[in-house]
């Protein structure tokens, strides 16, 4: 049979440790950390970018950094990823989680073989991982986005939001939180729909097409996505809409700066992905290093961006966000 | 019979099921001697965890495939398991009852399935492709963009566990059981042999007194009730119940089994070479990942495997045609 055959292989490869290519499990203080990236899919920029600074921070201190990754952002397709990164047996797991749950149970298994858990972006339940480094604080990514697109129409009439998976933890958060500033503080402002474009170019701005037809009142779309905000806008741009309907949300400078300069989009926020990446890396480093456990008040060095405190449920804030407009836009390469 | 002139083992190679089976023995070979890390026991676990569903699925697929028909809904009827052990668990009923209704809810999907293709008399490739599309659109539509996640501990650690003292899943018990209840009823009863009548002939068949319809039936039964069974494992395994889940995996499932060396046009197959056609892209997978090629890549070079399987079938019927004809001549000249 095929299995016995698998089993015989197993059983006689036990030997086998001239792997040179391997990490060295729980290498601690040897200036060697081996640290893997999981974002939520590869091919994204905002995950490039976070890649990159969480790539420039091991640099910094000597270490191995590895970037996989599923190629669609579903919920149980990082679960191969993260055994794989448990059976290479790295120190460290930097994850971007598609769902809170779906990896919980294999993010476990990478930790009860000494594997430390690190999330940022999206987190996870708080019991499956070591530390969140949380990008901004969801309050002040609503708040702003609010007020950005309150700003941009005038303080009245239809607004849309175009987000990204239906169940993507962080998206469904500040959805929450719009939805309860807009009615506390913008009772002028009439949110008709929450359209889901997956984080797909295509889907988001086929999704944008049909939100204009069904709702031709229409004033803004906020997409609190970096996929989105830039489809949405690229319909805006070759639409009639150009200067009629608003859209902000969240984006990165690259994707956005034709639609700044142009004039179909005002402003838009973000932070900066690639200080986050780097952020998570000082965090695990710290972790493998074992100067912090994820303790509520432990302090670690994070670099150039100096020190950090972990704050309650082992998160780690990395500050507020910055809004963007034609002005500063100039300034920014990411 | 003409006595062979070549050894037993040049004989059996040259069958699909030996082709397959050699494969498989190369490539763990191959990857235990230069893949770092899969030789850890976490391969065996992780790999044949996540095939578990696949194999489990691929036994009544052959049986299906050999009679020439197919069913393309397996992996939206996993799902709708999937929803119904979460629906169930969410609002409270007893866990034991909640699984048992995940595999009838297969079973009824798989009788709708076979009252179509053999009551109605519709093809089985026009039937699935539309109960593909209904019973993913009846998950996805039952829980919304929500997900089920809390299930009971002991459960979702049993379908993690392992059979004690070795790195094989528990899993691969239930799956062993029933692919020697399979492959008993295909291989050494007359209800496996009217299958291989079936998809050789079916007019012929059914003048030798096979019952065609009442067969296919019992196989699309079978192969809705396996599929449930799977889609409960699949739950617990991932620890999750939402609509999405196993998206795709049909094309999984029916590739392993061609590859394995079923005929698409009925009438030829054996079971163990539709193990090892699993197993085979399993670990291919498990291997490259390992060795960290990309999850796009991945894909080409196992649908290569795929091209190139069918390609050899083909050129090995031409190999066999040529050599029984040379035979046969040279018969008439002596």
């Known amino acids: 049979m095929a299995a016995g055959l698998v089993l015989a292989g197993c059983a006689n490869g036990d030997s086998g440790g001239d792997n040179g290519a391997a990490p060295d499990p729980g290498a601690g203080g040897d200036s060697n950390f081996a640290i893997t990236f999981l974002p939520k899919s590869l091919g994204n920029p905002y995950f490039d970018t976070s890649n990159a600074g969480g790539a420039e921070a091991i640099a910094e201190f000597g270490g191995t950094f590895q970037e996989v990754g599923p190629t669609e952002a579903s919920p149980t397709s990082q679960v191969s990823f993260i055994q794989t990164a448990a059976q290479q047996g790295v120190d460290a797991l930097v994850v971007s989680a598609n769902d809170p749950a779906a990896i919980c149970d294999a993010l476990d298994e990478a930790r009860s073989v000494d594997v430390k858990v690190v999330t940022f972006d999206s987190d996870t339940n708080p019991e499956c991982r070591d530390l969140f480094i949380n990008q901004a604080e969801a309050e002040g990514i609503a708040r702003v986005q609010v007020e950005m697109i309150a700003e941009q129409i005038g303080g009245e009439g239809q607004i849309a939001i175009l987000s990204a998976a239906a169940n993507a933890t962080n998206q469904n958060a500040w959805i929450e939180l719009m939805q309860e500033e807009l009615a506390a503080n913008w009772p002028d402002i009439e949110l008709v729909d929450v359209v889901y474009g997956d984080d797909d170019d295509q889907t988001s701005f086929d999704r944008t097409a049909a939100l204009l037809q069904t709702y031709p009142e229409l004033r803004g779309i906020v997409s609190p ?82 020190s950090y405190t972990v704050g309650a449920n082992g998160t780690v804030l990395l500050g507020d966000p910055f809004v963007f407009n034609a002005d500063n836009i100039a300034d920014f390469n990411f | 019979m003409v006595p062979h002139g070549r050894p037993l083992w040049r004989r059996a190679v040259l069958t699909r099921e030996g082709a397959v089976i050699g494969m498989l023995a190369v490539v763990i070979v191959v990857a235990l001697t230069t893949v770092p890390n899969f030789d850890s026991p976490l391969t065996i676990t992780f790999l044949l965890r996540d095939v578990a569903p696949i194999l489990l699925i691929a036994l009544p697929m ?211 070479g539709v193990i090892a056609g699993v197993l085979l892209i399993g670990t291919i997978g498990s291997a490259l990942r390992l060795a960290g090629v990309t999850a796009d890549i991945i894909n080409v070079i196992t649908g290569v495997v795929l091209v190139l399987s069918v390609v050899s079938a083909s050129f090995l019927a031409w190999f066999h045609r040529a050599r029984a004809t040379a035979r046969a001549r040279g018969e008439k000249q002596g």
């Open chain 2, 62 to 272: 052959t049986l299906i495939i050999i009679t020439e028909e197919i069913d393309l809904s397996v992996a939206s009827v996993v799902a709708l398991s999937s929803v119904t052990v979460g629906i169930l668990t969410r609002d409270g009923a007893p866990f034991e009852l909640a699984m048992v209704a995940g595999v009838l809810v297969g079973a009824v999907a798989g009788t709708i399935n076979g009252f179509l293709v053999t009551v109605v008399g519709l093809p089985s490739l026009a039937v699935t492709i539309g109960s593909l599309a209904m019973f993913r659109g009846i998950s996805v539509g039952l829980l919304g963009t929500q997900a089920v996640t809390d299930f009971p501990e002991e459960w979702t650690s049993l379908a993690r566990s392992n059979i004690p003292g070795t790195p094989i899943p528990s899993i691969m018990i239930a799956f062993v059981i029933l692919a020697i209840i399979f492959g008993v009823v295909l291989h050494a009863t007359p209800f496996g042999r009217s299958l291989y009548a079936i998809g050789l002939n079916k007019e012929a068949a059914h003048f030798s007194g096979v019952n065609v319809g009442r067969t296919k039936f019992i196989l699309f039964v079978a192969s809705g009730t396996v599929s449930g069974f799977a889609g409960v494992y699949f739950t617990l395994l991932y620890g999750n119940a939402r609509g999405e889940n196993a998206t795709g995996m049909e094309l999984a499932v029916i590739a392993a089994v061609l590859l394995g060396g079923v005929s698409i046009f009925g009438g030829r197959g054996a079971l163990h």
């Open chain 1, 225 to 306: 996505t970096t996929v989105g905000i830039a489809a949405a806008a690229r319909y805006i741009q070759t639409s009639q809409f150009q200067g009629q309907v608003a859209v902000t949300g969240l984006g990165t400078p690259n994707q956005m700066r034709e639609y700044v300069e142009d004039g179909t989009v005002t402003a838009f926020a973000l932070w900066n992905p690639a200080d986050l990446g780097y952020l998570a890396a000082y965090a695990a480093k710290a972790l493998v290093e074992g100067t912090i456990t994820g303790a509520e008040g432990d302090t670690f060095d994070a670099g150039r961006l100096g």
